[in-house]
Structure formats: C-alpha cells, structure tokens
C-alpha cells in the first residue's frame, strides 16, 4: 500500500494549509482514512479519521478548526486546517485501515506554523 501525502509546508498563525493523501495498492477496501501527527518530543496523537460510512472524527484540540474529507473514488482524503496555531506544528501522517483490519502509514508531512 502506498500512501502519497502533500500539502505540507509553512503556514501562519490564523492562516490555512490543506493536506492530501492518496492510497494506492491495497487489495482490500479501505474502510478508514485519517491524519496523526507527530510534533517534536512527542508522541504521535490521532487529528480526525473518516470512515466508510462518513462519520468523522477529531481531536479536541482541532474541533472547529480542523475539516477532514474524502473522495472515495479517488481513494484520497483531504485535511483542510483552518486558525493554524503554533502548537499545530508537527510531522502529519495519512492513515489507512483496510476491511481486513491492516493499517498503513503514509511517510509523513512536514507543517510549520509560525506565529
């Protein structure tokens, strides 16, 4: 399975960055597609998933800034950040779970925020 992810870069505080991941080479359906992050000295933390049916998840930390959407016949999911904080600084990861329960990991994408 690959994951592709970009959109990853420098963004100001209050500004706007959008991330998106491309899944390609798994067998299997993906039943869910999401976003980790990882910032320095700590541990990677969930950001939001989508699962097949639609329904969403997000940490508290991005309720209401954070959007995370999909388009199923791209295999591809979509993170748009709005009110970007500094402390959303981190090394983001696009996430995959399949119908048979395997997760991949997709190599990670910067996101700088200064302030």
């Known amino acids: 399975v690959q994951l592709q992810a970009s959109g990853g870069g420098l963004g100001q505080a209050g500004g706007s960055l959008r991330l998106s991941c491309t899944a390609s080479g798994d067998r299997f359906r993906i039943t869910l597609m999401g976003w980790y992050r990882q910032a320095p000295g700590k541990q990677r933390e969930l950001v939001a998933t989508?699962?097949?049916?639609?329904?969403?998840d997000y940490a508290d930390s991005v309720k209401g800034r954070f959007t995370i959407s999909r388009d199923i016949r791209k295999n591809t999911v979509y993170l748009q950040m709005n009110n970007l904080k500094p402390e959303d600084t981190a090394v983001y990861y696009c996430?995959?779970?399949?119908?048979?329960?395997?997760?991949?990991w997709g190599q990670g994408t910067l996101v700088t925020v200064s302030s």
């Open positions: 989508i699962v097949i049916g639609g329904t969403t």
């Open positions: 996430v995959t779970d399949n119908r048979i329960g395997v997760r991949s």
